[in-house]
């Protein structure tokens, strides 16, 4: 396995390595290849791909359907977990983007789990009746068990 610095991050979208301050590790950039908003940091957590979504994150329906496209190009049963801790506000545009990526994985035979909600954030997943759509887990130890003993 390559060692990755504390100020590399990988691209999801170009695989390209991006250099980032340490102020910067944790708030949304874009990527200098391909212009990609890097609104999460990404990890493989007993084989399925965690989504660490940036607490201030400005990410828009495309900005989260373009990982949704790239899942289901790389992969025959996309999974992924988005990890939403420290997340206090999502706008309903990435809400929508969330929406039409869990509902083109599950078509695929895929799955997106969504973990760590702040209580504010879910208040709005329960008033849009989205706790019935999405797959919601406490944190990503439950979520990830999910995939692995399910
Ligand atoms: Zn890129």
Excluded: Y
């Excluded at 590790?25 to 908003?37: I, K, N, W």
């Excluded at 760590?116 to 130890?141: K, N, T, W, Y």
């Amino acid at each position: 396995m390559e060692k990755t610095d504390i100020g590399q991050v990988q691209c999801l979208l170009c695989s390209k390595q991006v250099a980032l301050k340490p102020t910067e590790l944790f708030r949304e950039t874009r990527c200098p290849h391909c212009d990609a908003l890097l609104w999460f940091r990404h990890r493989t957590v007993q084989g399925v791909m965690v989504l660490d979504v940036v607490p201030e994150t400005k990410a828009e329906n495309l900005d989260v359907m373009r990982v949704g496209e790239l899942l289901l190009r790389t992969e025959a049963n996309p999974k992924a977990i988005v990890n939403l801790d420290g997340v206090k506000f999502i706008s309903s545009s990435f809400i929508a983007g969330l929406i039409a990526v869990h509902r083109r994985l599950k078509a695929a035979e895929g799955r997106l789990a969504i973990c760590s909600v702040h209580p504010v954030v879910m208040e709005g997943f329960v008033g849009a009746r989205l706790d019935r759509l999405f797959e919601i887990f406490d944190d990503e130890e439950s979520a990830v068990s999910s995939f692995v003993n399910g």
